[in-house]
Protein backbone atom coordinates (compact mmCIF):
# COMPACT_ATOMS: atom_id res chain seq x y z
CA UNK A 1 0.00 0.00 0.00
CA UNK A 2 1.39 3.52 -0.83
CA UNK A 3 1.83 5.95 1.85
CA UNK A 4 -1.75 7.33 2.86
CA UNK A 5 -0.94 10.66 3.55
CA UNK A 6 1.32 10.88 0.26
CA UNK A 7 -1.38 9.02 -1.32
CA UNK A 8 -4.11 11.58 -1.13
CA UNK A 9 -2.15 14.37 -2.53
CA UNK A 10 -4.64 16.89 -3.69
CA UNK A 11 -2.73 18.68 -6.85
CA UNK A 12 0.63 17.39 -8.55
CA UNK A 13 2.26 19.50 -11.10
CA UNK A 14 5.23 19.08 -13.23
CA UNK A 15 8.54 20.12 -11.79
CA UNK A 16 10.26 21.25 -15.03
CA UNK A 17 7.59 23.05 -16.20
CA UNK A 18 7.55 25.31 -12.60
CA UNK A 19 11.64 25.31 -12.53
CA UNK A 20 11.60 27.01 -15.83
CA UNK A 21 9.18 30.25 -14.50
CA UNK A 22 11.40 30.81 -11.79
CA UNK A 23 13.17 34.48 -12.45
CA UNK A 24 17.00 35.32 -11.56
CA UNK A 25 17.46 36.83 -8.36
CA UNK A 26 17.60 40.30 -8.47
CA UNK A 27 19.63 43.38 -6.76
CA UNK A 28 16.43 43.68 -4.55
CA UNK A 29 16.86 40.20 -3.21
CA UNK A 30 20.26 41.29 -1.92
CA UNK A 31 19.43 41.32 2.13
CA UNK A 32 21.71 43.85 4.13
CA UNK A 33 23.84 41.36 4.95
CA UNK A 34 24.89 40.41 1.36
CA UNK A 35 23.69 37.12 1.08
CA UNK A 36 21.20 36.60 -1.35
CA UNK A 37 17.58 34.71 -0.81
CA UNK A 38 17.85 33.03 -4.16
CA UNK A 39 21.39 32.43 -3.28
CA UNK A 40 20.45 30.52 -0.27
CA UNK A 41 17.45 28.94 -1.53
CA UNK A 42 18.91 27.82 -4.94
CA UNK A 43 15.33 26.27 -6.11
CA UNK A 44 12.18 27.40 -4.55
CA UNK A 45 9.03 26.00 -3.45
CA UNK A 46 8.67 22.81 -6.27
CA UNK A 47 7.24 19.89 -4.16
CA UNK A 48 5.61 22.12 -1.45
CA UNK A 49 2.52 22.79 -3.81
CA UNK A 50 1.38 19.59 -3.36
CA UNK A 51 -0.86 19.73 -0.58
CA UNK A 52 -1.52 16.62 1.87
CA UNK A 53 -4.54 16.13 4.04
CA UNK A 54 -2.17 15.64 7.03
CA UNK A 55 -1.59 19.27 6.59
CA UNK A 56 -5.17 20.00 6.72
CA UNK A 57 -5.69 18.02 10.12
CA UNK A 58 -2.68 19.77 11.88
CA UNK A 59 -4.75 23.15 10.74
CA UNK A 60 -7.67 21.69 12.07
CA UNK A 61 -6.15 21.11 15.68
CA UNK A 62 -4.41 23.92 15.83
CA UNK A 63 -6.76 26.36 14.54
CA UNK A 64 -9.04 25.32 17.35
CA UNK A 65 -6.71 27.26 19.78
CA UNK A 66 -8.09 30.52 17.65
CA UNK A 67 -11.96 28.77 18.32
CA UNK A 68 -10.97 29.11 22.19
CA UNK A 69 -9.91 32.53 21.83
CA UNK A 70 -12.94 33.47 20.16
CA UNK A 71 -15.43 31.52 22.40
CA UNK A 72 -13.95 32.55 25.64
CA UNK A 73 -13.87 36.29 24.95
CA UNK A 74 -16.98 36.27 23.01
CA UNK A 75 -19.63 33.84 25.73
CA UNK A 76 -19.02 36.61 28.77
CA UNK A 77 -21.01 39.07 27.61
CA UNK A 78 -24.18 36.65 27.61
CA UNK A 79 -23.24 34.72 30.61
CA UNK A 80 -22.61 38.28 32.29
CA UNK A 81 -26.66 38.90 31.66
CA UNK A 82 -27.22 35.75 33.68
CA UNK A 83 -24.23 36.17 36.06
CA UNK A 84 -24.67 39.96 37.25
CA UNK A 85 -28.37 38.78 38.42
CA UNK A 86 -27.24 35.68 40.03
CA UNK A 87 -24.10 37.21 41.66
CA UNK A 88 -25.54 40.34 42.45
CA UNK A 89 -22.46 41.73 41.01
CA UNK A 90 -21.75 45.12 41.03
CA UNK A 91 -20.51 46.99 37.80
CA UNK A 92 -16.82 46.83 39.17
CA UNK A 93 -16.78 43.04 39.30
CA UNK A 94 -18.39 42.48 36.15
CA UNK A 95 -15.96 44.66 34.44
CA UNK A 96 -13.20 43.14 36.27
CA UNK A 97 -14.78 39.57 35.20
CA UNK A 98 -14.38 40.65 31.46
CA UNK A 99 -11.15 42.49 31.54
CA UNK A 100 -8.84 40.25 33.54
CA UNK A 101 -9.16 37.38 30.93
CA UNK A 102 -7.93 40.29 28.22
CA UNK A 103 -5.12 41.46 30.80
CA UNK A 104 -4.01 38.22 31.23
CA UNK A 105 -3.95 37.28 27.79
CA UNK A 106 -1.92 40.21 27.28
CA UNK A 107 0.46 39.02 29.80
CA UNK A 108 1.08 35.56 28.53
CA UNK A 109 1.31 36.50 25.10
CA UNK A 110 4.08 38.45 26.08
CA UNK A 111 5.62 35.21 27.93
CA UNK A 112 4.87 32.98 25.63
CA UNK A 113 7.42 34.16 22.96
CA UNK A 114 10.21 32.21 25.60
CA UNK A 115 8.33 29.44 26.04
CA UNK A 116 7.71 28.84 22.68
CA UNK A 117 11.70 29.26 22.20
CA UNK A 118 12.23 27.06 25.32
CA UNK A 119 9.63 24.57 24.97
CA UNK A 120 8.25 24.52 21.18
CA UNK A 121 5.19 24.97 19.43
CA UNK A 122 3.64 21.82 20.31
CA UNK A 123 4.37 21.65 23.83
CA UNK A 124 3.18 25.42 24.29
CA UNK A 125 -0.69 24.54 22.13
CA UNK A 126 -0.72 21.53 24.33
CA UNK A 127 -0.12 23.92 27.75
CA UNK A 128 -2.78 26.28 25.97
CA UNK A 129 -5.17 23.79 25.30
CA UNK A 130 -4.96 22.26 29.48
CA UNK A 131 -4.73 25.30 30.56
CA UNK A 132 -7.91 25.91 28.97
CA UNK A 133 -9.72 22.98 30.28
CA UNK A 134 -8.63 24.17 33.68
CA UNK A 135 -10.27 27.54 32.95
CA UNK A 136 -13.13 26.09 31.60
CA UNK A 137 -13.87 23.60 34.37
CA UNK A 138 -13.36 26.59 37.57
CA UNK A 139 -15.85 28.50 35.48
CA UNK A 140 -18.40 26.12 35.15
CA UNK A 141 -17.96 24.98 38.81
CA UNK A 142 -17.14 28.36 40.56
CA UNK A 143 -19.53 28.66 43.58
CA UNK A 144 -18.30 32.50 43.75
CA UNK A 145 -17.29 35.47 41.91
CA UNK A 146 -13.92 35.45 43.25
CA UNK A 147 -13.43 31.71 41.94
CA UNK A 148 -14.86 32.86 38.29
CA UNK A 149 -12.31 35.86 38.34
CA UNK A 150 -9.74 33.02 39.07
CA UNK A 151 -11.05 31.06 35.90
CA UNK A 152 -11.55 34.13 33.90
CA UNK A 153 -7.84 34.87 34.39
CA UNK A 154 -6.86 31.01 33.80
CA UNK A 155 -8.64 31.04 30.19
CA UNK A 156 -6.78 34.60 29.60
CA UNK A 157 -3.71 32.85 30.29
CA UNK A 158 -4.79 30.10 27.61
CA UNK A 159 -5.91 32.96 24.98
CA UNK A 160 -2.59 34.96 25.41
CA UNK A 161 -0.41 31.49 24.55
CA UNK A 162 -2.68 29.98 22.04
CA UNK A 163 -2.96 33.37 19.97
CA UNK A 164 0.82 33.71 19.92
CA UNK A 165 2.21 30.09 19.36
CA UNK A 166 -0.67 28.95 16.93
CA UNK A 167 -0.60 31.32 13.73
CA UNK A 168 3.19 30.35 13.66
CA UNK A 169 3.20 27.16 14.11
CA UNK A 170 0.80 26.79 11.32
CA UNK A 171 3.57 29.24 9.01
CA UNK A 172 5.58 26.93 10.13
CA UNK A 173 4.33 23.32 8.98
CA UNK A 174 2.40 24.98 6.07
CA UNK A 175 3.64 24.83 2.47
CA UNK A 176 4.37 28.10 0.83
CA UNK A 177 1.63 28.46 -1.49
CA UNK A 178 -1.21 27.91 1.47
CA UNK A 179 0.73 29.56 4.18
CA UNK A 180 -1.55 32.71 3.91
CA UNK A 181 -4.72 30.46 3.64
CA UNK A 182 -4.22 28.30 6.83
CA UNK A 183 -3.13 31.15 9.13
CA UNK A 184 -6.13 32.70 8.02
CA UNK A 185 -8.06 30.06 8.98
CA UNK A 186 -6.79 30.41 12.25
CA UNK A 187 -8.96 33.87 12.27
CA UNK A 188 -11.53 32.15 10.97
CA UNK A 189 -11.84 30.33 13.93
CA UNK A 190 -11.95 33.05 16.00
CA UNK A 191 -14.54 34.12 14.56
CA UNK A 192 -16.37 30.97 14.08
CA UNK A 193 -15.83 30.71 18.26
CA UNK A 194 -17.05 34.15 18.46
CA UNK A 195 -20.11 32.73 16.46
CA UNK A 196 -21.00 29.65 18.50
CA UNK A 197 -20.51 32.03 21.73
CA UNK A 198 -23.25 34.30 20.55
CA UNK A 199 -25.25 31.08 19.85
CA UNK A 200 -24.62 28.94 23.10
CA UNK A 201 -25.24 32.64 24.99
CA UNK A 202 -28.60 32.77 23.03
CA UNK A 203 -29.47 29.29 23.84
CA UNK A 204 -28.63 29.06 27.48
CA UNK A 205 -30.18 32.53 28.47
CA UNK A 206 -33.93 30.90 28.84
CA UNK A 207 -31.93 29.16 31.95
CA UNK A 208 -31.70 31.57 34.57
CA UNK A 209 -30.43 29.39 37.24
CA UNK A 210 -26.98 28.43 35.96
CA UNK A 211 -27.57 29.09 32.86
CA UNK A 212 -24.33 30.79 33.00
CA UNK A 213 -22.42 27.40 33.73
CA UNK A 214 -23.00 25.89 30.65
CA UNK A 215 -21.89 29.21 28.59
CA UNK A 216 -18.43 29.56 30.11
CA UNK A 217 -18.53 25.63 31.19
CA UNK A 218 -18.59 24.48 27.51
CA UNK A 219 -14.97 25.38 25.98
CA UNK A 220 -14.05 22.55 27.86
CA UNK A 221 -14.90 20.23 24.63
CA UNK A 222 -12.98 22.16 22.37
CA UNK A 223 -10.15 22.53 24.55
CA UNK A 224 -9.73 18.34 25.25
CA UNK A 225 -10.76 17.63 21.61
CA UNK A 226 -7.20 20.18 20.52
CA UNK A 227 -5.53 18.33 24.12
CA UNK A 228 -5.94 14.76 22.38
CA UNK A 229 -5.09 16.03 19.09
CA UNK A 230 -1.97 17.62 19.84
CA UNK A 231 -0.33 14.38 21.83
CA UNK A 232 0.09 12.85 18.22
CA UNK A 233 0.91 15.86 16.22
CA UNK A 234 4.42 16.70 15.40
CA UNK A 235 6.62 19.89 16.63
CA UNK A 236 7.17 22.22 13.86
CA UNK A 237 10.32 21.09 11.70
CA UNK A 238 11.73 24.62 12.04
CA UNK A 239 11.58 25.02 15.99
CA UNK A 240 13.40 21.08 15.82
CA UNK A 241 16.11 21.99 13.66
CA UNK A 242 16.50 24.89 15.90
CA UNK A 243 17.42 22.97 18.14
CA UNK A 244 19.46 20.72 16.41
CA UNK A 245 17.40 17.55 16.52
CA UNK A 246 17.85 17.24 12.86
CA UNK A 247 16.75 13.57 12.61
CA UNK A 248 13.47 13.97 14.15
CA UNK A 249 13.07 17.85 12.04
CA UNK A 250 13.71 15.86 8.86
CA UNK A 251 11.13 13.08 9.92
CA UNK A 252 8.50 15.87 10.91
CA UNK A 253 8.88 17.72 7.59
CA UNK A 254 8.44 14.60 5.82
CA UNK A 255 5.63 13.61 7.55
CA UNK A 256 3.71 16.82 6.64
CA UNK A 257 4.81 16.70 3.01
CA UNK A 258 3.28 13.20 2.80
CA UNK A 259 6.69 11.28 2.24
CA UNK A 260 7.24 13.22 -1.13
CA UNK A 261 10.79 14.42 -1.47
CA UNK A 262 11.74 17.51 1.09
CA UNK A 263 15.45 17.57 0.72
CA UNK A 264 15.26 20.70 -0.83
CA UNK A 265 13.22 22.25 1.54
CA UNK A 266 15.40 20.35 4.11
CA UNK A 267 18.33 21.79 3.04
CA UNK A 268 17.23 25.10 2.65
CA UNK A 269 15.95 25.06 6.19
CA UNK A 270 18.91 24.10 7.66
CA UNK A 271 21.29 26.62 5.78
CA UNK A 272 19.07 29.51 6.79
CA UNK A 273 19.13 28.26 10.67
CA UNK A 274 22.93 28.06 10.72
CA UNK A 275 23.78 31.16 8.72
CA UNK A 276 20.50 33.14 11.12
CA UNK A 277 22.85 31.88 14.00
CA UNK A 278 25.64 33.18 12.61
CA UNK A 279 24.89 36.58 12.02
CA UNK A 280 22.18 37.09 15.02
CA UNK A 281 24.72 37.17 17.51
CA UNK A 282 24.34 37.10 21.43
CA UNK A 283 22.22 38.86 23.92
CA UNK A 284 18.40 38.97 24.20
CA UNK A 285 16.47 38.10 21.24
CA UNK A 286 14.36 41.37 21.84
CA UNK A 287 17.56 43.51 21.98
CA UNK A 288 18.79 41.53 18.74
CA UNK A 289 16.05 42.07 17.30
CA UNK A 290 15.76 45.94 18.30
CA UNK A 291 19.26 46.66 17.16
CA UNK A 292 19.32 45.05 13.71
CA UNK A 293 17.02 47.26 10.91
CA UNK A 294 15.23 44.19 8.97
CA UNK A 295 13.97 42.70 12.25
CA UNK A 296 13.00 46.23 13.84
CA UNK A 297 11.11 47.05 10.73
CA UNK A 298 9.18 43.85 10.43
CA UNK A 299 8.50 44.00 14.59
CA UNK A 300 7.41 47.84 13.75
CA UNK A 301 4.88 46.36 10.87
CA UNK A 302 3.77 43.54 12.82
CA UNK A 303 3.13 45.11 16.23
CA UNK A 304 1.87 48.27 13.95
CA UNK A 305 -0.32 45.83 12.08
CA UNK A 306 -1.74 44.55 15.31
CA UNK A 307 -2.18 47.98 17.43
CA UNK A 308 -4.36 49.44 14.09
CA UNK A 309 -6.24 46.40 13.76
CA UNK A 310 -7.64 47.23 17.92
CA UNK A 311 -7.72 50.74 17.35
CA UNK A 312 -10.48 50.45 14.44
CA UNK A 313 -12.84 49.53 17.14
CA UNK A 314 -13.67 45.78 16.14
CA UNK A 315 -14.59 44.79 19.45
CA UNK A 316 -16.77 47.90 20.16
CA UNK A 317 -18.26 47.17 17.04
CA UNK A 318 -19.10 43.80 17.89
CA UNK A 319 -19.95 44.60 21.46
CA UNK A 320 -22.07 47.28 20.92
CA UNK A 321 -23.96 45.56 18.06
CA UNK A 322 -26.90 44.19 20.60
CA UNK A 323 -27.42 48.44 21.68
CA UNK A 324 -27.17 49.42 17.50
CA UNK A 325 -29.56 46.67 17.36
CA UNK A 326 -31.75 48.07 20.02
CA UNK A 327 -31.28 52.04 18.54
CA UNK A 328 -32.54 50.00 15.19
CA UNK A 329 -35.81 48.80 16.91
CA UNK A 330 -35.44 45.66 18.30
CA UNK A 331 -36.92 46.48 21.49
CA UNK A 332 -36.66 42.72 22.96
CA UNK A 333 -33.70 41.63 24.59
CA UNK A 334 -33.96 38.13 23.38
CA UNK A 335 -33.98 39.42 20.32
CA UNK A 336 -31.34 41.30 20.41
CA UNK A 337 -28.81 38.50 21.75
CA UNK A 338 -30.05 36.59 18.43
CA UNK A 339 -29.67 39.11 16.68
CA UNK A 340 -26.23 39.78 17.72
CA UNK A 341 -25.38 36.60 17.13
CA UNK A 342 -26.33 37.27 13.56
CA UNK A 343 -23.61 39.87 13.78
CA UNK A 344 -21.28 37.59 14.99
CA UNK A 345 -22.13 35.10 12.07
CA UNK A 346 -21.39 38.29 9.16
CA UNK A 347 -18.38 38.54 11.16
CA UNK A 348 -17.16 34.84 10.50
CA UNK A 349 -19.26 34.76 7.03
CA UNK A 350 -16.75 37.89 5.93
CA UNK A 351 -13.49 36.26 7.44
CA UNK A 352 -14.23 33.19 5.30
CA UNK A 353 -13.91 36.19 1.99
CA UNK A 354 -10.69 36.61 3.51
CA UNK A 355 -9.61 33.25 3.79
CA UNK A 356 -10.66 32.57 -0.31
CA UNK A 357 -8.64 36.27 -0.93
CA UNK A 358 -5.52 35.78 0.41
CA UNK A 359 -3.99 33.40 -2.01
CA UNK A 360 -5.37 35.26 -5.12
CA UNK A 361 -5.38 39.56 -4.42
CA UNK A 362 -2.26 38.80 -1.38
CA UNK A 363 -2.05 40.10 1.51
CA UNK A 364 -1.55 43.85 0.87
CA UNK A 365 -4.09 44.57 -1.13
CA UNK A 366 -6.74 42.95 0.84
CA UNK A 367 -5.33 44.60 3.87
CA UNK A 368 -5.24 48.12 1.79
CA UNK A 369 -8.55 47.63 0.22
CA UNK A 370 -10.08 46.29 3.69
CA UNK A 371 -8.65 49.35 5.39
CA UNK A 372 -10.73 51.59 2.91
CA UNK A 373 -13.86 49.97 3.19
CA UNK A 374 -13.43 50.49 7.21
CA UNK A 375 -12.86 53.76 7.27
CA UNK A 376 -15.85 54.54 5.00
CA UNK A 377 -17.96 52.14 7.16
CA UNK A 378 -17.06 53.88 10.57
CA UNK A 379 -17.71 57.26 8.58
CA UNK A 380 -21.30 56.28 7.78
CA UNK A 381 -21.67 54.48 11.52
CA UNK A 382 -20.65 57.90 12.98
CA UNK A 383 -22.49 59.84 10.94
CA UNK A 384 -25.78 57.72 11.54
CA UNK A 385 -24.84 58.53 15.38
CA UNK A 386 -24.89 62.34 14.33
CA UNK A 387 -27.96 62.04 12.68
CA UNK A 388 -29.52 60.48 15.45
CA UNK A 389 -28.02 63.05 17.87
CA UNK A 390 -29.09 65.87 16.12
CA UNK A 391 -32.34 64.71 15.88
CA UNK A 392 -32.45 63.18 19.69
CA UNK A 393 -36.03 63.10 21.57
CA UNK A 394 -36.48 66.16 23.91
CA UNK A 395 -37.60 65.18 27.24
CA UNK A 396 -41.03 66.57 28.06
CA UNK A 397 -41.90 65.01 31.60
CA UNK A 398 -39.55 66.06 34.41
CA UNK A 399 -41.53 63.66 37.54
CA UNK A 400 -39.20 64.60 40.80
CA UNK A 401 -37.96 61.81 42.27
CA UNK A 402 -39.41 60.47 45.61
CA UNK A 403 -36.37 59.45 47.39
CA UNK A 404 -35.57 63.35 47.15
CA UNK A 405 -32.35 62.45 46.28
CA UNK A 406 -30.73 64.74 43.91
CA UNK A 407 -29.61 63.25 40.29
CA UNK A 408 -27.79 64.92 37.16
CA UNK A 409 -30.75 63.25 35.56
CA UNK A 410 -33.09 65.93 35.60
CA UNK A 411 -30.43 67.89 34.20
CA UNK A 412 -31.17 67.02 30.18
CA UNK A 413 -33.52 68.80 27.89
CA UNK A 414 -32.86 65.78 25.28
CA UNK A 415 -32.33 62.23 25.28
CA UNK A 416 -28.72 62.23 23.70
CA UNK A 417 -27.15 63.35 27.09
CA UNK A 418 -29.25 61.46 29.14
CA UNK A 419 -28.31 58.35 27.75
CA UNK A 420 -25.13 59.11 27.64
CA UNK A 421 -24.72 59.89 31.47
CA UNK A 422 -24.20 56.03 33.00
CA UNK A 423 -26.24 57.15 35.90
CA UNK A 424 -29.38 57.61 33.46
CA UNK A 425 -31.91 56.17 31.18
CA UNK A 426 -34.50 57.44 28.59
CA UNK A 427 -38.14 56.12 29.37
CA UNK A 428 -40.66 57.37 27.02
CA UNK A 429 -43.38 56.13 24.96
CA UNK A 430 -44.31 55.94 21.42
CA UNK A 431 -46.65 56.56 18.66
CA UNK A 432 -45.41 55.37 15.04
CA UNK A 433 -42.06 57.51 15.50
CA UNK A 434 -43.32 60.21 17.30
CA UNK A 435 -42.02 59.84 20.94
CA UNK A 436 -43.75 61.43 23.87
CA UNK A 437 -44.10 61.55 27.62
CA UNK A 438 -40.07 61.23 27.59
CA UNK A 439 -38.31 61.27 30.68
CA UNK A 440 -34.71 61.17 31.97
CA UNK A 441 -34.47 58.88 35.10
CA UNK A 442 -31.53 57.44 37.28
CA UNK A 443 -30.87 53.87 36.68
CA UNK A 444 -31.47 50.68 38.45
CA UNK A 445 -28.55 50.32 40.20
CA UNK A 446 -29.03 46.53 40.54
CA UNK A 447 -30.47 46.08 36.53
CA UNK A 448 -29.87 48.41 33.98
CA UNK A 449 -32.76 47.38 32.12
CA UNK A 450 -35.33 49.13 34.67
CA UNK A 451 -34.98 52.69 35.93
CA UNK A 452 -34.89 53.01 39.59
CA UNK A 453 -38.36 54.51 40.60
CA UNK A 454 -41.52 55.55 38.38
CA UNK A 455 -43.48 53.87 35.48
CA UNK A 456 -39.92 52.32 33.95
CA UNK A 457 -39.17 51.02 37.45
CA UNK A 458 -41.61 48.30 37.61
CA UNK A 459 -41.30 45.48 34.39
CA UNK A 460 -44.72 44.89 35.21
CA UNK A 461 -45.93 47.94 34.63
CA UNK A 462 -44.26 48.64 31.29
CA UNK A 463 -47.61 47.03 30.12
CA UNK A 464 -48.86 50.92 29.74
CA UNK A 465 -46.29 51.00 26.70
CA UNK A 466 -43.60 53.04 28.48
CA UNK A 467 -40.45 51.72 27.16
CA UNK A 468 -37.10 52.43 28.66
CA UNK A 469 -33.80 52.56 26.82
CA UNK A 470 -30.76 52.52 28.54
CA UNK A 471 -27.63 53.58 26.65
CA UNK A 472 -29.43 54.23 23.49
CA UNK A 473 -31.74 56.49 21.88
CA UNK A 474 -35.12 56.04 19.77
CA UNK A 475 -34.38 57.37 16.67
CA UNK A 476 -35.34 57.61 12.99
CA UNK A 477 -31.75 57.38 11.92
CA UNK A 478 -30.55 54.34 13.32
CA UNK A 479 -30.77 52.17 9.21
CA UNK A 480 -27.60 54.40 8.99
CA UNK A 481 -26.26 52.96 11.77
CA UNK A 482 -27.22 49.59 10.89
CA UNK A 483 -26.50 49.61 7.43
CA UNK A 484 -22.57 51.39 9.05
CA UNK A 485 -22.08 48.15 11.28
CA UNK A 486 -23.12 45.45 8.50
CA UNK A 487 -20.39 47.57 5.92
CA UNK A 488 -18.31 47.58 8.78
CA UNK A 489 -18.24 43.81 9.11
CA UNK A 490 -18.18 43.11 5.55
CA UNK A 491 -14.77 45.14 4.94
CA UNK A 492 -13.09 44.63 8.30
CA UNK A 493 -13.04 40.93 8.59
CA UNK A 494 -11.48 39.18 4.89
CA UNK A 495 -8.72 41.79 5.47
CA UNK A 496 -7.79 43.83 9.00
CA UNK A 497 -9.75 40.75 11.23
CA UNK A 498 -6.56 38.56 9.80
CA UNK A 499 -3.81 39.75 8.10
CA UNK A 500 -2.39 41.15 11.19
CA UNK A 501 -2.00 37.66 12.59
CA UNK A 502 -0.96 36.32 8.89
CA UNK A 503 1.46 38.48 8.38
CA UNK A 504 2.88 38.49 11.81
CA UNK A 505 3.82 34.46 11.61
CA UNK A 506 5.65 34.90 8.67
CA UNK A 507 8.04 37.94 8.62
CA UNK A 508 10.49 37.20 11.42
CA UNK A 509 13.32 35.34 10.76
CA UNK A 510 13.49 32.02 12.58
CA UNK A 511 15.39 33.25 15.56
CA UNK A 512 12.98 36.35 16.34
CA UNK A 513 9.60 34.49 15.21
CA UNK A 514 8.34 33.25 19.07
CA UNK A 515 9.62 36.75 20.14
CA UNK A 516 8.03 38.99 17.34
CA UNK A 517 4.80 37.12 17.83
CA UNK A 518 4.39 37.45 21.19
CA UNK A 519 5.19 41.28 20.97
CA UNK A 520 2.54 41.68 18.34
CA UNK A 521 0.22 39.79 19.87
CA UNK A 522 0.68 41.34 23.18
CA UNK A 523 0.17 44.67 21.56
CA UNK A 524 -2.96 43.35 20.16
CA UNK A 525 -4.50 42.66 23.57
CA UNK A 526 -2.93 45.38 25.44
CA UNK A 527 -4.80 47.95 22.73
CA UNK A 528 -7.95 45.43 22.99
CA UNK A 529 -8.00 45.73 26.70
CA UNK A 530 -7.59 50.33 26.36
CA UNK A 531 -10.12 50.21 23.37
CA UNK A 532 -12.52 48.52 25.51
CA UNK A 533 -11.85 50.35 28.57
CA UNK A 534 -11.93 53.86 27.21
CA UNK A 535 -15.01 53.40 24.97
CA UNK A 536 -17.90 54.54 27.00
CA UNK A 537 -15.55 57.26 28.89
CA UNK A 538 -14.42 58.21 24.87
CA UNK A 539 -18.41 58.25 24.21
CA UNK A 540 -19.17 60.13 27.43
CA UNK A 541 -16.61 63.09 26.60
CA UNK A 542 -17.17 63.02 22.39
CA UNK A 543 -20.35 61.42 22.20
CA UNK A 544 -20.91 58.11 20.03
CA UNK A 545 -20.52 59.40 16.57
CA UNK A 546 -17.19 61.29 17.99
CA UNK A 547 -16.07 57.96 19.45
CA UNK A 548 -16.55 56.54 16.20
CA UNK A 549 -15.26 59.76 14.14
CA UNK A 550 -11.82 59.18 15.80
CA UNK A 551 -11.96 55.62 15.42
CA UNK A 552 -12.46 56.22 11.55
CA UNK A 553 -9.82 59.04 12.05
CA UNK A 554 -7.07 56.42 13.66
CA UNK A 555 -8.24 53.73 10.88
CA UNK A 556 -7.18 56.23 7.72
CA UNK A 557 -3.52 56.71 10.27
CA UNK A 558 -3.40 52.64 10.07
CA UNK A 559 -3.84 53.11 6.20
CA UNK A 560 -1.32 55.17 5.77
CA UNK A 561 1.05 53.04 7.70
CA UNK A 562 0.03 50.18 5.73
CA UNK A 563 -0.09 51.58 2.57
CA UNK A 564 3.87 53.10 2.93
CA UNK A 565 5.56 49.77 5.20
CA UNK A 566 3.51 46.86 4.24
CA UNK A 567 5.46 44.59 1.61
CA UNK A 568 3.61 41.86 -0.11
CA UNK A 569 4.66 38.30 1.55
CA UNK A 570 2.18 36.48 -0.38
CA UNK A 571 4.01 32.89 -1.98
CA UNK A 572 7.79 33.81 -0.23
CA UNK A 573 9.48 31.00 1.62
CA UNK A 574 9.34 32.38 5.61
CA UNK A 575 13.31 31.99 4.60
CA UNK A 576 13.16 34.81 2.51
CA UNK A 577 11.20 37.60 4.53
CA UNK A 578 13.95 39.29 5.58
CA UNK A 579 15.18 40.57 2.58
CA UNK A 580 11.64 42.73 2.37
CA UNK A 581 12.78 44.82 5.18
CA UNK A 582 16.08 45.49 4.14
CA UNK A 583 15.61 49.02 2.86
CA UNK A 584 14.08 51.81 4.97
CA UNK A 585 10.80 51.09 6.51
CA UNK A 586 8.67 53.28 4.70
CA UNK A 587 9.90 52.05 1.11
CA UNK A 588 8.46 48.92 1.79
CA UNK A 589 5.00 48.87 0.08
CA UNK A 590 7.46 49.26 -3.10
CA UNK A 591 9.20 46.70 -2.89
CA UNK A 592 10.15 43.93 -5.50
CA UNK A 593 7.03 42.27 -5.84
CA UNK A 594 8.45 39.06 -7.46
CA UNK A 595 11.93 38.85 -6.30
CA UNK A 596 12.42 35.66 -4.79
CA UNK A 597 8.85 34.63 -4.70
CA UNK A 598 7.60 31.51 -4.94
CA UNK A 599 5.86 30.11 -8.36
CA UNK A 600 2.45 30.73 -8.31
CA UNK A 601 0.64 27.52 -7.35
CA UNK A 602 0.00 25.90 -10.98
CA UNK A 603 -3.87 25.65 -10.60
CA UNK A 604 -3.95 29.01 -9.70
CA UNK A 605 -1.72 30.07 -12.24
CA UNK A 606 -3.75 28.45 -14.60
CA UNK A 607 -6.89 29.73 -13.76
CA UNK A 608 -5.65 33.25 -13.91
CA UNK A 609 -4.35 32.21 -17.77
CA UNK A 610 -7.70 31.84 -18.77
CA UNK A 611 -9.26 34.37 -16.59
CA UNK A 612 -6.79 37.42 -17.20
CA UNK A 613 -9.53 39.93 -16.29
CA UNK A 614 -9.93 38.39 -12.63
CA UNK A 615 -6.45 39.28 -11.31
O1 LIG B 1 -8.61 39.01 14.37
C1 LIG B 1 -9.50 38.95 15.43
C2 LIG B 1 -10.94 38.97 14.93
O2 LIG B 1 -11.12 39.98 14.03
C3 LIG B 1 -11.93 39.06 16.06
O3 LIG B 1 -13.22 39.21 15.57
C4 LIG B 1 -11.61 40.14 17.08
O4 LIG B 1 -12.51 40.06 18.14
C5 LIG B 1 -10.20 40.03 17.58
O5 LIG B 1 -9.89 41.06 18.50
C6 LIG B 1 -9.22 40.05 16.44
O6 LIG B 1 -7.91 39.95 16.92
Redesign the pocket.
Known sequence: MSNPIGGMRKKVTDDRERRSLIRAPSESSINNLGVTSAAREPELATDQDVTPVFVYVLAFFSALGGFLFGYD?GVVSGAMLLLKKEMHLTALWQELLVSSTVGAAALSALAGGALNGLFGRRICILMASFIFTAGGVVLGAAPNKEVLLVGRITVGLGIGIASMTVPVYLAEVSPPHMRGQLVTIY?LF??AG?FIASVVDGAFTYLHHNGWRYMLGLSIVPAVLQFFGFLFLPESPRWLLQKGLTQQARQVLSRIRGGQNIEKEYDSMRTNIEDEEKEAGGGPVLWRMLTRPPTRRALTVGCGLQMF??LSG??TV?YYSATILQMAGVRDDKQAIWLASATAAT?FLFTLVGVWLVERVGRRKLTLGSLIGTVLSLTVLAVGFLLSAQHSPAVTLHPTDPTLNSTSCTLYGSCEPCMLDPGCGFCYRENGSTVYDSSCIPVNQTSADEAAWGRCSNLSQFSDGSLWAYNYCPTSYSWIVLLGLILYLAFFAPGM??MP?TVNSEIYPLWARSTGNACSAGV?WIC?VLVSLTFLHVAEYLTYYGAFFLYSGLTVLGLLFVLGCLPETQGRRLEEMEALFSGSLCSCGASDGDVGRVQKHPVQQRKRERHPLRQ
Do not use: E, H, L, S
Request: hydrophobic share 25%.
Open positions: TTITQQQINMNGPWNN
